[in-house]
C-alpha cells in the first residue's frame, strides 16, 4: 500500500527518495510523486502510473536539493490520476504532504477551509490536510506548531512527512495507525513507511508510535509526542540485508519466495525445537506463559493467507491442547461487539504487522482485557510492538504480493505452539517428539516438492485458458484448498473457490462440467476415503481432476486426472506441503498468461487501511 520516503541530508535527496521508492514498489501502488525545494521553492513532480514515469520528469543533473519527499499512492479518496497523486501542497505552495492513511473528518474541514476562501484542485484526503497546515502556518508562521495542531485536530488514520519551503533544515514525519519509521545516518535522515526504503542507507531506525513525530534538522533530531511532550525513542536495528530485497536470478519475487521455503521454515524452527524433550521453547511467550496454562479459549484474527493459516492453527491447537480456538476475521470481529473474557488469549497473525483491520481488532481485544500475543514476520512492526507477547517467523522480506512463504512459516509457529499448548495439557513426551521430529523433516519434504515443479508447471499450461477452478480440502486441509484459490485468483484473475470437501454437493457441485478443473487435496489420512468419495463425484461429471496425494498412493491415479504427490508427513503437518504445489500452479498458470505477478493488479502488500 502507499509508501512514503522524505530524506533530510547533506547529499542530493531527489534519487535517494526515488530509488526509496522503487524499494516500496512491491507494496502496491498507482500512482508516484516527489517534492524537493530547490532556492526556496517546493518544486513537485508526480503522475499516475509507475515510478519511472514520475522519474521520466526528473533531470537529476539540474536538481541539488538536499531535502525531499516522495510518495507511491494506491488511491482511497479520489481516482488513480496525476492530480491526485501526492505529494500535495497547500495554497501558498510553501507547505508540501505525503499522507498514507485516511482523514476521516476531511468533509468537514474541506468546507470550512472552503468558507474561508481556500480552493482545492483533487479528490484527496491528504490535500486537504495539507491546505489545513498551511492555513496554520499562515497564523502562527511556525512550522512545527502548524504540524501539530493540524494532527491534533484531525480524526482517522496517518503516517506522513511534510515540508516548508520558509524551513529548508527541517523534516516532518508523524504517525497515528500507519507506520513510519526514521533511519538514523551520519548528519541524514530518512523517513519512510518501510525499513527497505532505509537498509541501503543505515541500519538504526527509530519506530515511532501512535501520535508520536519526529522533527529532523540535519544537526539531530527530536522524537516527541504529536502534543508536545519529548521522548526517546529507542533505537533498532534493521535485521535484513539489502540482497534479501533483490530477486537473485528469479523471473519474479514470488518464485523466488516460494523456493525460498525449506530455508524459512527451517529458520521459523531453528533453535525453538526440543526434539529430545517432545516439546518447544518459544522466549517471546514467557510473559504470557501463566495466562496461556489457563486459557479458556483462544481467538485468532487475521486476515487474508494469515486467516487462512489461522484455520490450520485451530484444528492443530484444539487437537493437541483441548482449547476451544476461534478464527475471526480481524474486520468483522472489531465492528461486531464480541465476546471476549479476560481469560481469553488472542493470537494476531500477521506478515506485516501493518494490516488495519487485524490491528485495530487486537486493539479491540486489548481494550477488551483479553492477552495478545502476536505471530508476525516484520521484526519491530505495529502488531509485533503493541501485543503483550509473540513469536517472530523470520521469514525475512516477503516483496510478492501473494503471500507464500509467511504462509508456511505461520504454519510452523503455529505447529510449534500447538506442541508448546500441548504439552502442557495432554500431549505425552513421545507424542511430543514424533512431532517434533515430523517438523524437523519438513524443509527437505518441502525442497523435494519443489523438485517436482516441471511437471506442475505442465498441468499449468493444460488450465491457463480457464475462467474457473474449484479447490476442495478436508480436515486440515480446508485452510490450504481455500489458500490455493486464494493465490490463483490474487495473480491469474481466474475465478477460484475454495470449499470444504464435502461441502460441494451442497451447492458447488452444480458448477461441475467438463470445464472445471478442481484441485482437491487428498493426502492420507482420516478424511481419505471421504475424499476420495468427493473426487468420484467429480468425475462423474466430466469434471477435471487435479489431486494432492501422498507419495506411494498409487490407486489415486485411476480416478485423478492429474496426480501430485508429497512425501508423507503426520496429518496435522500436511499444510505446509500440500500448499507448495498449489502455490507452483498459481505462479505457473499467472505466467502463462502473462500477468504482473509481483504486483497484481488492485492489490496492496499490506493492506494499511480499513
Ligand atoms: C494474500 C495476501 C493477503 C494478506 C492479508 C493479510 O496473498 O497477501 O491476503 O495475507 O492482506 O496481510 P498480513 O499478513 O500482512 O496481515
Same mark, same amino acid.
Given at each position: 500500500?502507499?509508501?512514503?520516503?522524505?530524506?533530510?541530508?547533506?547529499?542530493?535527496?531527489?534519487?535517494?527518495?526515488?530509488?526509496?521508492?522503487?524499494?516500496?514498489?512491491?507494496?502496491?501502488?498507482?500512482?508516484?510523486?516527489?517534492?524537493?525545494?530547490?532556492?526556496?521553492?517546493?518544486?513537485?513532480?508526480?503522475?499516475?502510473?509507475?515510478?519511472?514515469?514520475?522519474?521520466?520528469?526528473?533531470?537529476?543533473?539540474?536538481?541539488?536539493?538536499?531535502?525531499?519527499?516522495?510518495?507511491?499512492?494506491?488511491?482511497?479518496?479520489?481516482?488513480?490520476?496525476?492530480?491526485?497523486?501526492?505529494?500535495?501542497?497547500?495554497?501558498?505552495?510553501?507547505?508540501?504532504?505525503?499522507?498514507?492513511?485516511?482523514?476521516?473528518?476531511?468533509?468537514?474541514?474541506?468546507?470550512?477551509?472552503?468558507?474561508?476562501?481556500?480552493?482545492?484542485?483533487?479528490?484527496?484526503?491528504?490535500?486537504?490536510?495539507?491546505?489545513?497546515?498551511?492555513?496554520? =502556518? %499562515?497564523?502562527?508562521?511556525? @512550522?512545527?506548531? #502548524?504540524? &501539530?495542531?493540524? $494532527?491534533?485536530?484531525? +480524526? *482517522?488514520?496517518?503516517? !506522513?512527512?511534510?515540508?516548508?519551503?520558509?524551513?529548508?533544515?527541517?523534516?516532518?514525519?508523524?504517525?497515528?495507525?500507519?507506520?513510519?519509521?526514521?533511519?538514523?545516518?551520519?548528519?541524514?535522515?530518512?523517513?519512510?513507511?518501510?525499513?527497505?526504503?532505509?537498509?541501503?542507507?543505515?541500519?538504526?531506525?527509530?519506530?515511532?508510535?501512535?501520535?508520536?513525530?519526529?522533527?529532523?534538522?540535519?544537526?539531530?533530531?527530536?522524537?516527541?509526542?504529536?502534543?508536545?511532550?519529548?521522548?526517546?525513542?529507542?533505537?533498532?536495528?534493521?535485521?535484513?540485508?539489502?540482497?534479501?530485497?533483490?530477486?537473485?536470478?528469479?523471473?519474479?519475487?514470488?518464485?523466488?519466495?516460494? =523456493? %525460498?521455503?525449506?530455508?524459512? @521454515?527451517?529458520? #521459523?524452527? &531453528?533453535?525453538? $525445537?526440543?526434539?529430545? +524433550? *517432545?516439546?518447544?521453547? !518459544?522466549?517471546?511467550?514467557?510473559?504470557?506463559?501463566?495466562?496461556?496454562?489457563?486459557?479458556?479459549?483462544?481467538?485468532?484474527?487475521?486476515?487474508?493467507?494469515?486467516?487462512?493459516?489461522?484455520?490450520?492453527?485451530?484444528?492443530?491447537?484444539?487437537?493437541?491442547?483441548?482449547?476451544?480456538?476461534?478464527?475471526?476475521?480481524?474486520?468483522?470481529?472489531?465492528?461486531?461487539?464480541?465476546?471476549?473474557?479476560?481469560?481469553?488469549?488472542?493470537?494476531?497473525?500477521?506478515?506485516?504487522?501493518?494490516?488495519?483491520?487485524?490491528?485495530?481488532?487486537?486493539?479491540?481485544?486489548?481494550?477488551?482485557?483479553?492477552?495478545?500475543?502476536?505471530?508476525?514476520?516484520?521484526?519491530?512492526?505495529?502488531?509485533?510492538?503493541?501485543?503483550?507477547?509473540?513469536?517472530?517467523?523470520?521469514?525475512?522480506?516477503?516483496? *510478492?504480493?501473494?503471500?507464500?512463504?509467511?504462509?508456511?512459516?505461520?504454519?510452523?509457529?503455529?505447529?510449534?505452539?500447538?506442541?508448546?499448548?500441548?504439552?502442557?495439557?495432554?500431549?505425552?513426551?513421545?507424542?511430543?517428539?514424533?512431532?517434533?521430529?515430523?517438523?524437523?523433516?519438513?524443509?527437505?519434504?518441502?525442497?523435494?516438492?519443489?523438485?517436482?515443479?516441471?511437471?506442475?508447471?505442465?498441468?499449468?499450461?493444460?488450465?491457463?485458458?480457464?475462467?474457473?477452478?474449484?479447490?476442495?480440502?478436508?480436515?486440515?486441509?480446508?485452510?490450504?484448498?481455500?489458500?490455493?484459490?486464494?493465490?490463483?485468483?490474487?495473480?491469474?484473475?481466474?475465478?477460484?473457490?475454495?470449499?470444504?470437501?464435502?461441502?460441494?454437493?451442497?451447492?458447488?457441485?452444480?458448477?461441475?462440467?467438463?470445464?472445471?478443473?478442481?484441485?482437491?487435496?487428498?493426502?492420507?489420512?482420516?478424511?481419505?476415503?471421504?475424499?476420495?468419495?468427493?473426487?468420484?463425484?467429480?468425475?462423474?461429471?466430466?469434471?477435471?481432476?487435479?489431486?494432492?496425494?501422498?507419495?506411494?498412493?498409487?490407486?489415486?491415479?485411476?480416478?485423478?486426472?492429474?496426480?501430485?504427490?508429497?512425501?508423507?508427513?503426520?496429518?496435522?503437518?500436511?499444510?505446509?506441503?500440500?500448499?507448495?504445489?498449489?502455490?507452483?500452479?498459481?505462479?505457473?498458470?499467472?505466467?502463462?498468461?502473462?500477468?504482473?505477478?509481483?504486483?497484481?493488479?488492485?492489490?496492496?502488500?499490506?493492506?494499511?487501511?480499513?
Amino acid at each position: 500500500m502507499c509508501g512514503i520516503v522524505g530524506y533530510i541530508g547533506h547529499r542530493q535527496a531527489a534519487p535517494i527518495v526515488m530509488e526509496g521508492l522503487k524499494r516500496m514498489e512491491y507494496r502496491g501502488y498507482d500512482s508516484a510523486g516527489l517534492c524537493v525545494l530547490e532556492q526556496g521553492n517546493l518544486l513537485v513532480y508526480k503522475r499516475a502510473g509507475k515510478v519511472s514515469q514520475t522519474e521520466s520528469l526528473l533531470d537529476y543533473t539540474t536538481m541539488h536539493s538536499t531535502l525531499a519527499i516522495g510518495h507511491t499512492r494506491w488511491a482511497t479518496h479520489g481516482e488513480p490520476n496525476d492530480i491526485n497523486a501526492h505529494p500535495h501542497t497547500d495554497n501558498s505552495g510553501k507547505i508540501s504532504l505525503i499522507h498514507n492513511g485516511i482523514i476521516e473528518n476531511y468533509s468537514s474541514l474541506k468546507k470550512k477551509l472552503i468558507s474561508e476562501g481556500y480552493t482545492f484542485s483533487s479528490d484527496t484526503d491528504t490535500e486537504v490536510l495539507a491546505v489545513f497546515i498551511g492555513h496554520l =502556518y %499562515e497564523r502562527t508562521g511556525d @512550522f512545527e506548531l #502548524a504540524v &501539530r495542531s493540524a $494532527l491534533s485536530e484531525v +480524526d *482517522g488514520t496517518f503516517g !506522513l512527512a511534510v515540508l516548508c519551503a520558509d524551513q529548508p533544515d527541517t523534516l516532518i514525519a508523524a504517525r497515528r495507525g500507519s507506520p513510519i519509521v526514521i533511519g538514523i545516518g551520519d548528519g541524514e535522515y530518512i523517513a519512510a513507511s518501510d525499513a527497505a526504503a532505509i537498509i541501503q542507507h543505515t541500519r538504526q531506525v527509530i519506530y515511532l508510535n501512535d501520535d508520536e513525530m519526529a522533527v529532523m534538522h540535519r544537526s539531530g533530531y527530536v522524537t516527541k509526542t504529536i502534543d508536545d511532550r519529548e521522548i526517546d525513542g529507542e533505537i533498532h536495528e534493521i535485521d535484513f540485508d539489502i540482497e534479501q530485497m533483490e530477486k537473485g536470478g528469479f523471473d519474479h519475487f514470488m518464485l523466488k519466495e516460494i =523456493y %525460498e521455503q525449506p530455508a524459512t @521454515f527451517k529458520d #521459523a524452527i &531453528r533453535g525453538r $525445537l526440543l526434539v529430545e +524433550d *517432545g516439546n518447544v521453547k !518459544l522466549g517471546g511467550l514467557r510473559p504470557i506463559e501463566d495466562k496461556l496454562r489457563k486459557a479458556r479459549r483462544i481467538i485468532i484474527l487475521a486476515c487474508g493467507t494469515s486467516w487462512h493459516s489461522g484455520l490450520v492453527g485451530e484444528y492443530m491447537i484444539e487437537q493437541l491442547a483441548r482449547i476451544p480456538v476461534e478464527v475471526e476475521y480481524a474486520s468483522e470481529f472489531r465492528y461486531r461487539s464480541p465476546v471476549i473474557y479476560s481469560d481469553d488469549v488472542i493470537i494476531a497473525i500477521s506478515q506485516s504487522g501493518e494490516t488495519a483491520d487485524t490491528m485495530a481488532a487486537m486493539k479491540e481485544a486489548k481494550l477488551k482485557g483479553a492477552t495478545v500475543m502476536g505471530i508476525v514476520n516484520v521484526v519491530g512492526s505495529t502488531i509485533a510492538r503493541e501485543s503483550h507477547a509473540g513469536v517472530y517467523t523470520h521469514a525475512g522480506p516477503e516483496i *510478492g504480493v501473494a503471500s507464500t512463504k509467511a504462509f508456511t512459516s505461520q504454519i510452523a509457529v503455529l505447529s510449534l505452539l500447538a506442541l508448546h499448548l500441548g504439552r502442557m495439557n495432554q500431549v505425552s513426551q513421545t507424542q511430543g517428539k514424533v512431532i517434533a521430529e515430523a517438523l524437523r523433516a519438513i524443509p527437505d519434504q518441502i525442497e523435494k516438492i519443489l523438485q517436482t515443479s516441471d511437471a506442475i508447471k505442465e498441468i499449468a499450461l493444460q488450465y491457463s485458458h480457464v475462467t474457473n477452478f474449484l479447490y476442495l480440502g478436508r480436515g486440515f486441509n480446508f485452510p490450504v484448498a481455500l489458500e490455493g484459490a486464494l493465490k490463483l485468483k490474487e495473480i491469474s484473475y481466474i475465478h477460484a473457490e475454495g470449499y470444504p470437501a464435502a461441502e460441494m454437493k451442497h451447492g458447488p457441485i452444480a458448477l461441475i462440467d467438463e470445464n472445471m478443473p478442481v484441485v482437491i487435496i487428498a493426502t492420507k489420512d482420516e478424511v481419505y476415503e471421504k475424499v476420495i468419495s468427493g473426487i468420484q463425484e467429480v468425475r462423474a461429471r466430466r469434471g477435471k481432476v487435479i489431486a494432492i496425494a501422498t507419495e506411494g498412493d498409487m490407486s489415486i491415479a485411476e480416478y485423478a486426472d492429474h496426480v501430485i504427490y508429497i512425501p508423507a508427513t503426520l496429518p496435522m503437518l500436511t499444510p505446509a506441503l500440500t500448499v507448495i504445489p498449489l502455490q507452483i500452479l498459481a505462479y505457473a498458470i499467472a505466467a502463462q498468461r502473462g500477468c504482473d505477478i509481483d504486483k497484481p493488479r488492485n492489490l496492496a502488500k499490506s493492506v494499511t487501511v480499513e
